[in-house]
Structures are given as structure tokens and as C-alpha cells.
């Protein structure tokens, strides 16, 4: 069955210190992986998507397929960081279906 | 504001009763989704529209029903058969299957549904 797990629910660090919210992935045929966030008080919107290979905000994510994960890094936070993130992968036909992780609050202190 | 808009923001519905979320798009796209979203859970999908006049189950469709009639519209009916429908509904539009398979999702604001 398809699935994405988020296996953090919380992630704290401090400002200027490395984040890696991670994501893993079940899927038999070929994965399109997506990070959604959601600010506070904000509509969640399209972070990142594995095959524009793009870095948003600094974030960054790339697609391990032998390790089925889509892990999101950014290499030294900042406090607007701080929001709920989410990993999606899409499936179907004509990619029909976006499948979210449970997601991981990221809370970064000054 | 534009794109997607949810109405109401909040909902308060006795139990037994029958209660319409509304989500209308103005950005031309084919496909509507609704998603549910409790906390500790994510989002799960409810139902979704790849064109009007046809739509699919998503993973929790139970006690749901959807209709699209119209392409700019995908409302929502919670009907008294949900055993648990008090959450944070999620309306989503993308521009369809003939899209980029790249292409995400554009998100409505939500509606707080609470049975009462």
C-alpha cells in the first residue's frame, strides 16, 4: 500500500543549527514527492517538489530511492521556519492522488 | 484572496443533521480534492474530481457525499452517517490529469467543523 511516514511529530532546534525533517515512503511504482508547509494562520502551500531539484528558502530535499526517503534539510534555520510540514507523494493515473505524511511541527528558537 | 475560497470558516452542527462545506476555485482547474485534517494525523483524502460530472472515493469517503455539477465548485455533504466529523476540512484544486505530474496542489483556507 502506498504510504508516507513522518516519523517526527516535533522537531525544536535552535536558530542557525542544521534541520532535517525527515520523510519516508512506500510505493511500488515511480514516486513524484512533494513538501507542503504551513505557516500559522496561513494556507498550506507547495514547499518543494523532488523533480524541479530545487532549493526553496534554503530547504532542500532530495529523492533516495534505494532508502525510499525525501528527507527536507536546510543547513542553518531561522525562526520563520517555525510551521508544520508536510511530505506528499503523488500517485495514480495521470498522478491523480496526493498521499500526505502526518506531518512535523518545526519549532525554531532564537 | 484569490484561487480557492472555503465557506464557512467554522461550522457548528447538531448530530443527526446533514451540513454542506462549500469550496469554489476561480483558477480554471479540472481536478478538486477534499482532504480531512485531525490532529496527529495529516491529511487524508475524503474525495476528489478530475472533471465534472465525475468523481472518486479517496481514503475515508464514509459518511460523505460530493457533487460537480460545475467545474468552479465541489462542495462537501457531512451527513449524519460520519461517525466522527468534527475536524478541519481541506478543500485543494489542481489544474488536472493533463497537468505536469510536477504541478501542486492550491489549498482553500479551510472549515472548522465542530458537532455539537
Known amino acids: 500500500a502506498q504510504r508516507v511516514t513522518q516519523p517526527e511529530k516535533l522537531l525544536s532546534v535552535f536558530k542557525g543549527a542544521p534541520v532535517e525533517l525527515k520523510c519516508n515512503y512506500s510505493y511500488s511504482g515511480s514516486p513524484e514527492l512533494f513538501w507542503y508547509v504551513q505557516y500559522s494562520r496561513q494556507r498550506l502551500q507547495l514547499l518543494l517538489r523532488h523533480i524541479s531539484r530545487e532549493s526553496i528558502k534554503g530547504f532542500t530535499a532530495d529523492l533516495n530511492k534505494g532508502e525510499t526517503s525525501f528527507h527536507l534539510k536546510k543547513p542553518f534555520a531561522q525562526e520563520e521556519d517555525s510551521a508544520m510540514y508536510y511530505c506528499?507523494?503523488?500517485?495514480?493515473?495521470?498522478?491523480?492522488?496526493?498521499?500526505f505524511g502526518t506531518g512535523t511541527r518545526l519549532q525554531v528558537f532564537p | 484572496d484569490g484561487g480557492i475560497t472555503q465557506s464557512p470558516k467554522y461550522l457548528f452542527r447538531k448530530e443527526g443533521q446533514n451540513v454542506t462545506l462549500s469550496c469554489e476555485q476561480n483558477l480554471n482547474h479540472d481536478a478538486m480534492y477534499w482532504y480531512r485534517q485531525d490532529p496527529g494525523q495529516g491529511l487524508r483524502l475524503i474525495y476528489y474530481?478530475?472533471?465534472?460530472?465525475?468523481?472518486q472515493k479517496g481514503d475515508i469517503a464514509e459518511g460523505y457525499s460530493v457533487s460537480r455539477e460545475k467545474k468552479e465548485s465541489f462542495p462537501l455533504t457531512v451527513t449524519s452517517a460520519q461517525k466522527n466529523p468534527t475536524a478541519f476540512y481541506l478543500c485543494a484544486s489542481r489544474r488536472g490529469p493533463r497537468a505536469p505530474a510536477n504541478y501542486g496542489y492550491t489549498f482553500g483556507s479551510g472549515t472548522r467543523l465542530t458537532v455539537v
Open positions: 474530481s478530475q472533471i465534472v460530472n465525475d468523481f
Open positions: 506528499a507523494l503523488s500517485i495514480g493515473r495521470g498522478s491523480d492522488k496526493l498521499i
